[in-house]
């Protein structure tokens, strides 16, 4: 695999950092928190229509991705599908998205996954949940 360098000038440098930090810190001050169900379905449902719907539809009904409205992923073992979106599952076109978006994201997509297309699973994933997850 080729390395790629992208030379920049040192503001364009500062300016990158600085934005990096303030998403980090955003993400830490998120990672405290405790989302409610509105919140998480909210989120969840703006990383679903960003990263989700394009391969399981926009009522879940699949198409190129299976269907997530009433699938055993969705209404299975909470643990079975965190594993899936965070890992993808190799072979298929399920790609891994824990390396793609942030805990908070994660767990919001999955609360939203689950209670969402007739799923009502009553399930909540908070940030530090998948934190914990990946930690395994």
């Known amino acids: 695999m080729p ?4 030379v920049r000038s040192q ?3 500062d300016t990158w950092l600085a934005a990096k930090q303030a998403e980090a810190a955003e993400i830490k001050k998120l990672m405290a928190q405790t989302f409610t169900m509105d919140e998480l379905l909210e989120r969840g449902k703006a990383v679903y229509d960003r990263a989700c719907l394009a391969c399981h539809g926009a009522q ?6 299976k ?4 699938s055993p992923v969705a209404t299975g073992d909470l643990a079975h599908h965190l594993d899936v979106v965070v890992n993808g599952v190799p072979g298929s076109a399920m790609q891994a998205f824990g390396g793609q978006l942030n805990d908070v994201d994660l767990g919001a997509v ?3 996954q689950r209670n969402a297309f007739g799923n009502n699973m009553a399930d909540m994933v908070q940030p530090i949940d ?6 395994g």
């Open 60 to 65: 879940g009904e699949g198409g190129v991705g």
């Open 130 to 135: 998948v934190f914990n997850y990946k930690k």
């Open 110 to 112: 999955v609360t939203y």
């Open 3 to 6: 390395i790629v360098v992208d």
């Open 67 to 70: 269907a997530i409205a009433g």
């Open 11 to 13: 503001a364009d440098y």
